[in-house]
C-alpha cells in the first residue's frame, strides 16, 4: 500500500513539473525609463535683468484667480499649458487669456492629464498612456480642444507629471511639438507651502524655465507663487514666453 502512495505521489509530482516547464512563468515587465526634461532659455547676459520664463500648467479643476489677477494686474508674460478638461471649466479664465495675447501663450498639456509615456506604467498614482496610440490621442485630443475653444494651433506639448519615455519623446517630436521641460520647480506640483514657494521662484536665475501650477485656488502654494512674480518683478527680471526666445532642452526635447 506505502508503495503504491509513494508511486502515486512520484507520478503526481512529475505532472506538475512538467506542467510548470508548459507553462510560462508571469514575469512582470520592466518598468520603463524615465526621463524628466530640462529646458533653459537664452540668457539675457544683463546684470540685474535676469531673462525667466514663467510656465504654468492647467491640468484640472479652477482657476487659481491670485495668480491670474497677478500677472494681468503687474503684466507680466507667462506660457500656459492647458488641457481639454480644465479648458471646458474654465471659460472665464480662457477668456482673460484670449483678451490679453501680449502676455499669454497658451500651449498643449493634453487632453485628459495622462502622462505622455507608451507603455503601461503608474507615475505619482497616475497610470500612463500605455501605447504610442494613446500618446498620440493625448496630445492631438488637447490640440483639437484648444483650437476648438478659439486658441492659436500649439507648439509645445508638456505632458501630465512633466516624464515621458525617450520613444515618446521620439514620437511627440515626430508630430511637430517642442517638449517643455523646467529648470525650477517652484510649487513642487502645487503641493508646497505658500514660503517655501515664493522662495524658490524668486530664486530663478537667468536663463531659467520656472514650472508651477494656476489651477489649486485652494492650495497654499498659490499665494506663494503670486508673491514671488512681484519679487522677481521688483528685482528687474525680464519675463518671456516661451515663443519668444531661444531654447535648449535635454533628451532631444526640443532639437
Not at 503504491?4 to 505521489?9: E, G, H, N, V, Y
Request: charged letters at 20%.
Amino acid at each position: 500500500m506505502n508503495r503504491i502512495l509513494l508511486a502515486s505521489a512520484f507520478l503526481f509530482s512529475t505532472i506538475l513539473t512538467a506542467l510548470a516547464d508548459e507553462i510560462p512563468s508571469a514575469v512582470p515587465a520592466p518598468a520603463p525609463k524615465l526621463v524628466e526634461p530640462h529646458l533653459h532659455i537664452a540668457r539675457s547676459n544683463v546684470a540685474g535683468h535676469a531673462r525667466v520664463a514663467l510656465t504654468f500648467d492647467a491640468c484640472m479643476g479652477q482657476a487659481d484667480e491670485r495668480i491670474l489677477s497677478t500677472l494681468v494686474r503687474e503684466r507680466i508674460p507667462a506660457t500656459i499649458f492647458v488641457t481639454a478638461r480644465w479648458l471646458k471649466r474654465n471659460p472665464a479664465a480662457v477668456a482673460v487669456f484670449l483678451q490679453n495675447p501680449d502676455l499669454f501663450e497658451l500651449e498643449n498639456h493634453g487632453q485628459n492629464h495622462i502622462p505622455a509615456v507608451d507603455t503601461p506604467t503608474l507615475i505619482y498614482g497616475i497610470a500612463s498612456a500605455g501605447s504610442p496610440q494613446a500618446v498620440r490621442q493625448e496630445v492631438e485630443g488637447g490640440a483639437a480642444a484648444m483650437v476648438a475653444a478659439g486658441i492659436p494651433a500649439p507648439h509645445w506639448f508638456r505632458g501630465s507629471t512633466a516624464k515621458y519615455d525617450l520613444s515618446a519623446i521620439s514620437e511627440i517630436r515626430a508630430m511637430g511639438y517642442r517638449i517643455a521641460g523646467y529648470s525650477v520647480n517652484g510649487d513642487g506640483g502645487s503641493l508646497l507651502g505658500a514660503v517655501i514657494t515664493e522662495k524658490r521662484i524668486a530664486a530663478a536665475k537667468d536663463g531659467d524655465v520656472v514650472i508651477s501650477h494656476v489651477n489649486q485656488p485652494t492650495h497654499a502654494a498659490g499665494e506663494g507663487v503670486a508673491k514671488a512674480l512681484v519679487d522677481l518683478k521688483a528685482k528687474g527680471t525680464q519675463f518671456v514666453r516661451l515663443q519668444d526666445v531661444e531654447d535648449t532642452g535635454d533628451d532631444k526635447t526640443t532639437e
